[in-house]
Antibody, heavy 119, light 113 residues
Framework: EVQLVESGGGLVQPGGSLRISCTASGFTFSSYSMNWVRQAPGKGLEWVSYISSSSSPIYYADSVKGRFTISRDNAKNSLYLQMNSLRAEDTAVYFC????????????WGQGTLVTVSS | DIVMTQSPDSLAVSLGERATINCKSSQSVLYSSNNKNYLAWYQQKPGQPPKLLIYWASTRGSGVPDRFSGSGSGTDFTLTISSLQAEDVAVYYCQQYYITPYTFGQGTKLEIK
């Protein structure tokens, strides 16, 4: 069974940093692209970042470019999102999602981890 | 960026009736070299992560009931639920993956009438 488990969320002050993680199981992690998608409280979905199976290419939404860094460790079946210079508008549940048949659709999702940016 | 616009924002349909949700992209998501539309549909129930329903605009995801179907091409797409079941109450999102950023529609909330 495919499982994606996010961790590392929490409360952080504006301007602060946080790294969230996603641990995968039940499939060959190194063969799939991965994404981060976020959802602000009561709002819709916003795609944040994409990383291919080999870590190149990498793409970001304009709203996080230069502040967030996606990475992966295929040996540890893990995906990461390093978030710096956090703003109140970054407050959201962050989902990791595995690429599907097309390589770009989001076929499997974790339950998400909540990141709250507030003083 | 490609803007995805869904209509309506909310919809109430009787059990057993048809539900139709529309999605329009600000530019074509049809890739001419393979004739595929880079468009997906997701279902999100309260308190749950989204679930992939449809990819390539019309291909059902694994385990998705056949009452869900997707259609359309280019810039105009439709998700149809042929006979609404109680468990279909959810918010539905379209998403283009033609070009980054992979943008979502604003969502359509589907309820029982």
């Amino acid at each position: 069974e495919v499982q994606l488990v996010e961790s590392g969320g929490g409360l952080v002050q504006p301007g602060g940093s946080l790294r969230i993680s996603c641990t995968a199981s039940g499939f060959t992690f190194s063969s799939y692209s991965m994404n981060w998608v976020r959802q602000a409280p009561g709002k819709g979905l916003e795609w944040v970042s994409y990383i291919s199976s080999s870590s190149s290419p990498i793409y970001y939404a304009d709203s996080v470019k230069g502040r967030f860094t996606i990475s992966r460790d295929n040996a540890k079946n893990s995906l990461y999102l390093q978030m710096n210079s956090l703003r109140a508008e970054d407050t959201a549940v962050y989902f990791c999602a595995r690429g599907g048949v097309t390589g770009r659709d989001l076929a499997q999702w974790g339950q998400g981890t909540l990141v709250t940016v507030s003083s | 960026d490609i803007v995805m616009t869904q209509s309506p924002d909310s919809l109430a349909v009787s059990l057993g009736e048809r539900a139709t949700i529309n999605c329009k992209s600000s530019q074509s998501v049809l890739y001419s070299s393979n004739n595929k539309n880079y468009l997906a549909w997701y279902q999100q129930k309260p308190g749950q992560p989204p679930k992939l329903l449809i990819y390539w605009a019309s291909t059902r995801g694994s385990g998705v009931p056949d009452r869900f179907s997707g259609s359309g091409s280019g810039t105009d797409f439709t998700l149809t639920i042929s006979s609404l079941q109680a468990e279909d109450v959810a918010v539905y999102y379209c998403q283009q993956y033609y070009i980054t950023p992979y943008t979502f529609g604003q969502g359509t909330k589907l309820e029982i009438k």
